[in-house]
């Protein structure tokens, strides 16, 4: 695995400078286009803040090297410096190579290819988090059958693993963004490992359930950390590309799942599933070992940072490309964030706050509701089509395949999305700093930072992120409400998969929405902000799995899920609101990242303080020692 990786990212030695240096800047679709907007996020607040604090070799060095990458030519061959000098009016040198330190840092050094492997391992991780749940679906008849126990004894075995799916990555999420995300990962893979063992020797229902609380606590802070970690190495004009092909490349896991857990119960009994989990995460863990490297920017700054940790090492950072990627050798500590504090009730400051309840309540009841439709699907289709393990798992791949394709496709239109915004917010902002300029007789720098203290000149991230959510959400909630009614009907089978993809196919696009929403609004706290997420998804699934067997008795299939559509349309209102508060949102949030990345500036000021008091102090000792030995001295006594 060594030497595969090792000549997987040797390709990167044989990219051209100019296309290797590209990988470091945010996607554009004009490579002139820098933003006011992303002078004032948090990405760029923190490189704005390291980079002030870069010894003058270094600032000579990454002067240079950014002033090569945001040149352009025009037609007259004359090289034209990019907006970011033009805005920072930096001195020249006769080769118009900037003389000043006011440039802006590499935010990471992880190039396109690593980003690759990053993705594809979180992804290989994140598998085995959603196929746990969806392996399980088809073989619910079995386990009741296997157990003596009735429907609704086995729906706790999904509620149980929903609860616990949705209270750990709260508290270890929290644990990531203090310790780092390698260890969070290692011991929930580990975790899951001993779980999935357990499961296929259980012999009664209670060590199934027990085991399911283990396997969900073990493997569900990895979703909250992949999120972390992507938050880490991107910025936000793509971020919401990386985010998707993470989540998409996950549900593979909850399309094929079903069908890979019929194929196997049926070929060589249920504990099969459980023991396909156990080679495939143990694989994973070996990887994980081996490749995932350290991102928390606490830990390793923009990566060029090697931890200090023998837990957030990675074996892989022993290869020289890898090093010579990272600069390993030449390590940006001012890119080092301030440490936070290990708080399990981290979760409480984001949770505190009313509007991002609201997004969390939206994406968690749509989930919740998608869910339970998947949980319902294998009840009925074994009790009122009398279906087979196999051919139960074959039904649920359109629904996984519809699910892929959404999460994937709304990260690419995300990126698309926010490019095209912040484009026209650059231009609107311009205008509105010329026209303040002009009425307050100030100049355009003033101008400029009149605009950077108030709220309302600010890019309403919220309505960036979340302007198509009201659509998704009322397509999909008509397709669960139609969904409901087959089922009840008893209608052909075509038309109920057919209600459930179309439902899926736009239900996951909130996920993917406020995933991004709450790492671009957290990116200090990207895997905390995402348990949040993921609490308030898996309880209010758990709720309703729990609840549904009494409710499907009280008012039918039909009634269960035209209650949960109608619920859902009612609330995507509320994105309205968010959207209407967008500004505010977004600027108190910048302003908080901002306070948060010059932290170490007062941080640095009190221990360079307390060094010079120490060595004042050694400084004095040692005199005083001297005159004491001089003292002492029989040459010198009289």
């Known amino acids: 695995m060594l030497d595969f990786t090792g000549k997987l990212l040797t390709k990167v030695r044989s990219i051209p400078q100019e296309e290797l240096r590209a990988s470091f800047e945010i996607e554009r679709d004009d490579p002139s286009e820098v933003s006011e907007f992303e002078q004032d996020n948090a990405d760029v607040e923190h490189a704005n803040y390291n980079q002030s604090h870069l010894d003058p070799e270094k ?25 970011i000098a033009q805005h920072n009016h930096l001195e020249k040198d006769d080769n118009n190579h900037p003389i000043m330190e006011n440039k802006v840092n590499v935010y990471s050094y992880f190039n396109r290819n690593y980003k690759t492997v990053l993705v594809v391992q979180c992804a290989f ?76 020797r259980a012999n009664t229902y209670g060590q199934i359930l027990g085991l399911r609380c283990l396997q969900a606590a073990g493997i569900s802070p990895v979703i909250a950390v992949n999120s972390g970690i992507m938050g880490d190495i991107t910025t936000k004009a793509e971020r919401g590309g990386y985010v998707g092909y993470v989540a998409g490349f996950q549900v593979i896991g909850a399309a094929l799942g079903a069908l890979i857990g019929a194929l196997l119960a049926n070929r060589w009994g249920w504990r099969s599933i459980f023991w396909f989990l156990v080679i495939g995460s143990g694989v994973c863990m070996i990887c994980s070992i081996i490749i995932l490297t350290e991102t928390k920017r606490t830990v390793v700054g923009n990566g060029s940072v090697t931890p200090k940790s023998w837990m957030n090492y990675a074996p892989v950072l022993k290869l020289k490309s890898v090093r010579e990627m990272l600069h390993l050798d030449s390590p940006e500590k001012e890119s080092l964030e301030p440490n936070i504090k290990i708080n399990v009730l981290a979760p409480l400051d984001i949770l505190k706050n009313p509007k991002i309840n609201i997004l969390l309540y939206i994406a968690g009841l749509q989930f919740a509701t998608y869910t339970t439709h998947q949980t319902a699907l294998s009840t009925v289709l074994s009790s009122r089509y009398h279906m087979k ?43 509105q700093i ?85 790492v671009d609004l957290y990116p200090s706290k990207g895997s905390t902000a995402t348990g949040c997420l993921n609490l308030y998804r898996c309880i209010l699934s758990a709720i309703f799995i729990g609840c549904l067997s009494r409710m499907v008795n009280a008012m039918t299939y039909g009634g269960v899920f035209t209650l949960m559509g109608a619920v859902n349309i009612l609330s995507s209102f509320l994105l309205f609101y968010l959207i209407k508060h967008g500004k ?26 307390a060094e010079e008091k120490k060595d004042e102090a050694d400084s004095q000792f040692n005199e005083q020692e001297v005159d004491d030995d001089h003292d002492t001295n029989p040459e010198h006594i009289v």
């Open 59 to 83: 600032k000579t060095k990454h002067a240079l090297a950014a002033d090569n990458d945001s040149t352009h030519t025009h037609e007259n061959n004359q090289p034209t410096p990019s907006p």
């Open 125 to 200: 991780t994140g598998f085995y988090s959603a196929i746990a749940g969806a392996i399980y679906y088809p073989v619910l008849n079995v386990i009741e059958n296997e157990f003596h126990i009735n429907e609704e004894q086995v729906n706790i075995t999904v509620v149980v693993y929903f609860l616990f799916q949705g209270v750990a990555p709260s508290i270890m999420g929290g644990l990531a963004d203090s310790l780092g995300r390698r260890p969070i990962v290692l011991t929930s893979i580990m975790l899951y490992v001993v779980a999935c063992i357990g499961l296929a």
């Open 389 to 431: 393990v196999l051919d139960i798992g074959l039904c649920y791949l359109p629904t996984g395949l519809c699910t892929m394709t959404t999460v994937v496709t709304s990260g690419r239109y995300l990126n698309w999305f926010y490019r095209r915004e912040s484009k026209k917010h650059r231009a609107w902002l311009q205008d």
């Open 584 to 609: 505010e949102i977004t600027y108190e949030r910048h302003k908080a990242e901002k306070a948060f990345a010059q932290a170490p500036s007062k941080l640095k000021e009190a221990n360079l303080l």
């Open 434 to 518: 010329i026209q303040i300029a002009s009425e307050r007789k100030i100049t355009e720098e003033e101008a400029r930072e009149v605009t950077e203290n108030d709220s309302k000149y600010t890019m309403n991230l919220i309505e960036v992120r979340l302007k198509a959510g009201f659509v998704t959400l009322v397509l999909s909630s008509f397709g669960f409400i139609a969904y409901g009614w087959c089922l009840e009907a008893k209608a052909p089978l075509p038309a109920v998969l057919v209600c459930s993809g179309f439902a899926s196919l736009f239900s996951n696009c909130i996920l993917t929405f406020s995933t991004t929403t709450m």
